[in-house]
């Protein structure tokens, strides 16, 4: 892994991210820790974030990874799963 240096511009600092780490387009929250390291978190926005878990639903359904309700009345029938249906 290749080392970068923090450089000065205007009246900021900045750390050059290696393009192989890049993602084009994508906000940062930056945090640093006591011990002196600096991270950034992805700013997913709630447009983004619900977009990821309906395609992730559609992929399970795609490839048929989920449980159906009949499978779960079958295994947790005896603790009151689908007693009100």
């Known amino acids: 892994m290749s080392t970068v240096k923090q450089r000065k511009v205007g009246t900021s600092y900045v750390l050059t991210v290696p393009k192989e780490f890049a993602d084009n387009g994508r906000e940062y929250e930056p945090h640093v820790e006591d011990s002196g390291v600096i991270y950034y978190v992805p700013v997913h926005s709630s447009e983004e974030v ?15 990874n989920f ?11 005896n603790y009151g799963w689908g007693k009100n249906r």
């Open 50 to 64: 619900f977009k990821d878990l309906i395609e992730k639903d559609f992929h399970a359904i795609a490839e048929e």
């Open 67 to 77: 449980i159906s309700d009949q499978k779960l009345m079958d295994k947790f029938g």
